[in-house]
């Protein structure tokens, strides 16, 4: 197939078009390397894929109408992947209009291309941010998500109304998928894990939130994979639909800290703080509809993944040494 991938040089997005690429498929990454974290590691991860040769890279801005509309206009894709979103809670907290012309311009430029150009199915990128302060686990695709706790949240959400809007009146194939907190070699440095092996390895104390009783649903990012790749292979699915995407456990932060403690062979010293506005104490995820769907089946335990990842770290001196710097000169708002 020839697949559209948005966000190519994000985190999820590459290890998509990653593993697309190494089954055999065509991929067309589009990114526009904002820099929201150090561009660097965007670009080491783009390096990567650009040895494929069934990889074409388009740099691309999703907020250009009109260089999106061209794009479709002069391709045609047998699936889109729609991973490219400005992301991060608290930053939305500080930098509102990144979200909104990322996350509801750009989406709309897509989605509105994909219709014209008679895309057969749009995959994209929720988030379990939607579920807001829910407090009824695990999370389940039918309960209520009009609650939104961030701006960020409120963007997914967005998302997800705009799609069944266009599955409603056009027909077109709207596949979302709301992604619980997804870890991994290559993974974002405004996420904890990275924030914590850094933090650890300098010796300064981590930030614990909601003075540690936190719980995530912890998903390894090969798992966030093969569920995104069952659905965009998937013979048949609903017209219009929303899975969560998760690893189906509720793990307590202080045991996912314990793992990255045994890893880098050293103790975090923590700093309890309270929560923080925007963020949520604890998520899990129902998944039972997309094991239905597409027989999803995540694999990989926290024991077996933040290993992985800390591996990946350490092996990887220049950007982290990138991210310190980056860090020292940019505000603390992520
Ligand atoms: N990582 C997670 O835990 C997580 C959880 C829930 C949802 N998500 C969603 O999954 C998707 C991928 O997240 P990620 O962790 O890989 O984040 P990421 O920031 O690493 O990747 C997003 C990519 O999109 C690109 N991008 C941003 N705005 C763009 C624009 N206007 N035009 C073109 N490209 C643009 C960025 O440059 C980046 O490379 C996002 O939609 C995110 O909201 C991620």
New binding site residues.
């Given amino acids: 197939m020839r697949i559209l991938v948005?966000?190519?040089?994000?985190?999820?997005?590459?290890h998509l078009a990653r593993q697309l690429l190494e089954q055999g498929h065509q991929v067309v990454g589009?990114?526009?390397?904002?820099e929201?974290?150090p561009v660097a590691i965007?670009r080491g991860r783009a390096a990567l894929l650009r040895q494929h040769a069934g990889f074409t890279e388009v740099e691309?801005?999703?907020?250009d109408r009109a260089g999106v509309n061209a794009l479709l206009a002069a391709q045609r894709f047998d699936q889109i992947a729609?991973?490219?979103?400005?992301?991060?809670v608290r930053h939305s907290l500080t930098h509102p209009h990144?979200y909104v012309?990322?996350?509801l311009v750009?989406y709309v430029n897509l989605i509105e291309a994909a219709r014209q150009h008679g895309a057969p199915r749009f995959v994209?990128?929720?988030?379990?941010?939607v579920y807001g302060g829910l407090t009824e686990l695990p999370f389940g695709e039918r309960q209520r998500t009009d609650t939104p706790i961030s701006l960020?949240a409120a963007t997914?959400r967005a998302n997800e109304l705009i799609a069944h809007s266009y599955s409603h009146l056009f027909g077109l194939q709207c596949i979302g998928l709301?992604?619980?907190?997804?870890?991994g070699p290559w993974?974002?440095p405004d996420?904890a894990l990275w924030i914590f092996c850094e933090k650890i390895q300098a010796g300064e104390p981590i930030p614990v939130f909601n003075r540690g009783q936190m719980q995530r649903d912890f998903?390894y990012v090969d798992d966030i994979v093969a569920g995104v790749r069952g659905v965009i292979e998937a013979a048949e699915l609903p017209r219009c639909a929303i899975y969560n995407i998760g690893n189906n456990r509720s793990e307590r932060l202080t045991d996912y800290i314990a793992l990255i403690e045994q890893a880098l062979g050293q103790r975090a010293e923590i700093e309890l703080l309270p929560l923080q506005p925007g963020d949520v104490p604890a998520t899990w995820a129902d998944i039972s509809a997309l094991e239905q769907a597409v027989g999803y089946r995540p694999a990989t335990t926290i024991a077996q993944g933040v290993p992985r990842f800390v591996a990946w770290y350490l092996e990887h001196p220049e950007l982290t040494a990138e991210v310190r710097r980056w860090r020292a000169t940019s505000p603390p708002a992520r």
């Fill in positions: 948005t966000g190519h040089a994000g985190f999820i997005g590459f589009v990114d526009n390397f904002c929201y974290y965007k691309l801005d999703l907020a729609h991973l490219a979103a400005q992301a991060g990144a012309d990322a996350n750009g994209y990128a929720s988030s379990s941010s960020y997914k709301r992604f619980f907190t997804v870890y993974g974002r996420m998903t």
